[in-house]
């Protein structure tokens, strides 16, 4: 594991819509290998391509993702 993130699954109460959040504690950026099919990150409202880039202190709230 990696001590400077917290990642949680949040899903709705009929257990549809899904979404990883993920917060970066650490003061260097990280980069996070997904898994998924059109991953859209609700909190900058940009789909994700490739790796996910985390600056310091950032969060992620992922639709359609999963951590490798």
């Known amino acids: 594991g990696a001590p ?3 990642a949680l699954l949040r899903t709705a109460p009929d ?3 899904p979404v ?10 990280r980069t996070l290998e997904l898994r998924g099919r059109a ?4 909190a900058s409202g940009r789909a994700v ?3 996910l880039e985390l600056a310091p202190y950032q969060t992620a709230w992922l639709r359609g993702a999963t951590l490798r």
């Not at 990883?20 to 504690?25: A, D, K």
């Not at 991953?39 to 609700?42: A, G, K, P, Q, V």
């Open 4 to 6: 400077e993130l917290f």
């Open 15 to 17: 257990g549809t819509e």
């Open 20 to 29: 990883l959040c993920i917060t970066h504690f650490g003061d260097r950026p």
């Open 39 to 42: 991953i859209y990150d609700l």
């Open 49 to 51: 391509e490739g790796p």
